[in-house]
């Protein structure tokens, strides 16, 4: 086990260099930011003053170098826009998104996996139709798309919840379902199909001539074999709704990390949105870690 944790924290720790490295190159190559940051009457000296306050001035290399350093010691610089540390600009809005994040994960586990267990012992029903189908309208429809339906019906027509922002339990609702719906599609779908595949093993008639009840077989043997792949799913799409949210959060007008992502790019807003990438990058690659070491806890032949 401590072999595996090494090794994986080792393959981390290389793509979090390389994400890193996107973060830092990504505002070089969407364009000069000291052009976009700087009024059009703005004279050339005004240029390289803002040259040099952002460190734009020395070479790329340098400039990677110092940003790494900053990165060791917790220091990311400055906000442009909202003049503030963005270490802890970033800490202030980071509990947002995670409770969005959590609350719509929480949705679609709780929705999308009883639907697909339920779908995968049932296949060719109507009850896996009818599933299927929705799963599939919930994985083909655009997250933005389904904010603006939930804002026109719940909170414009029938005045029910409020159209942005935070504060209480209710404006998480909407935030929450919009995000969740493609994870409750993708859950739905690939529980649908492992549950159904596990039914058809030899295992599973060995069990039944055995006389063991279709429930403790579904429970005991089927379950556990069919969730692998669903936790590597889970996980895989925590780390999506984190990138996610950026779009919902816009809609919504939730001040979470991703509305400080927005306003970081309209504004070129070097340091925060560097900050940004490199902190969503992390938490995808954390996601992946934990999902990793999780294989050993549902089946312990896998190292």
Same mark, same amino acid.
């Given at each position: 086990?401590? =072999?595996?944790?090494?090794?994986?924290?080792?393959?981390?720790?290389?793509?979090?260099?390389?994400?890193?490295?996107?973060?830092?190159?990504?505002?070089?190559? &969407?364009?000069?930011? =000291?052009?976009?940051?700087?009024?059009?009457?703005?004279?050339?000296?005004?240029?390289?003053?803002?040259?040099?306050?952002?460190?734009? !001035?020395?070479? %790329?290399?340098?400039?990677?170098?110092?940003?790494?350093?900053?990165?060791?010691?917790?220091?990311?610089?400055?906000?442009?826009?909202?003049?503030?540390?963005?270490?802890?600009?970033?800490?202030?809005?980071?509990?947002?998104?995670?409770?969005?994040?959590? &609350?719509?994960?929480?949705?679609?586990?709780?929705?999308?996996?009883?639907?697909?267990?339920?779908?995968?012992?049932?296949?060719?029903?109507?009850?896996?139709?009818?599933?299927?189908?929705?799963?599939?309208?919930?994985?083909?429809?655009?997250?933005?798309?389904?904010?603006?339906?939930?804002?026109?019906?719940?909170?414009?027509?029938?005045?029910?919840?409020?159209?942005?922002?935070?504060?209480?339990?209710?404006?998480?609702?909407?935030?929450?379902?919009?995000?969740?719906?493609?994870?409750?599609?993708?859950?739905?779908?690939?529980?649908?199909?492992?549950?159904?595949?596990?039914?058809?093993?030899?295992?599973?008639?060995?069990?039944?001539?055995?006389?063991?009840? !279709? $429930?403790?077989?579904?429970?005991?043997?089927?379950?556990?074999?069919?969730?692998?792949? &669903?936790?590597?799913?889970?996980?895989?799409?925590?780390?999506?709704?984190?990138?996610?949210?950026?779009?919902?959060?816009?809609?919504?007008?939730?001040?979470?990390?991703?509305?400080?992502?927005?306003?970081?790019?309209?504004?070129?807003?070097?340091?925060?949105?560097?900050?940004? =990438?490199?902190?969503?990058?992390?938490?995808?690659?954390?996601?992946?870690?934990?999902? !990793?070491?999780? %294989? $050993?806890?549902?089946?312990?032949?896998?190292?």
């Amino acid at each position: 086990m401590a =072999v595996t944790l090494l090794r994986r924290l080792g393959q981390a720790a290389v793509v979090l260099l390389l994400v890193s490295m996107v973060a830092f190159a990504l505002v070089l190559l &969407t364009g000069d930011p =000291v052009a976009m940051m700087m009024p059009i009457h703005a004279s050339e000296a005004d240029r390289r003053v803002l040259e040099q306050q952002l460190g734009l !001035d020395r070479p %790329y290399v340098v400039q990677y170098v110092d940003f790494l350093v900053g990165i060791g010691r917790g220091e990311l610089g400055s906000s442009i826009k909202f003049n503030q540390p963005v270490g802890a600009l970033v800490l202030s809005k980071l509990p947002a998104t995670l409770l969005l994040a959590f &609350t719509a994960m929480a949705l679609a586990v709780g929705v999308g996996l009883p639907l697909g267990i339920l779908a995968g012992s049932r296949p060719n029903s109507l009850f896996d139709a009818v599933a299927t189908g929705i799963s599939l309208l919930a994985i083909s429809l655009p997250t933005f798309w389904i904010g603006l339906i939930l804002i026109l019906i719940f909170a414009d027509r029938l005045r029910l919840l409020p159209v942005g922002g935070s504060g209480t339990a209710v404006h998480v609702i909407m935030p929450a379902l919009a995000l969740s719906a493609h994870s409750m599609g993708l859950i739905t779908r690939l529980t649908r199909a492992s549950v159904a595949e596990e039914l058809q093993r030899p295992y599973v008639i060995t069990a039944r001539s055995k006389g063991l009840s !279709d $429930r403790l077989i579904g429970y005991r043997h089927v379950l556990r074999n069919a969730m692998i792949p &669903t936790v590597t799913v889970i996980g895989l799409q925590f780390g999506a709704l984190l990138g996610g949210s950026v779009i919902v959060e816009a809609v919504f007008s939730w001040p979470g990390i991703g509305w400080l992502l927005m306003q970081g790019v309209y504004a070129r807003d070097v340091p925060l949105v560097r900050a940004l =990438v490199l902190l969503i990058g992390a938490g995808f690659i954390l996601v992946n870690l934990l999902v !990793d070491l999780s %294989y $050993r806890l549902l089946d312990p032949r896998i190292r």
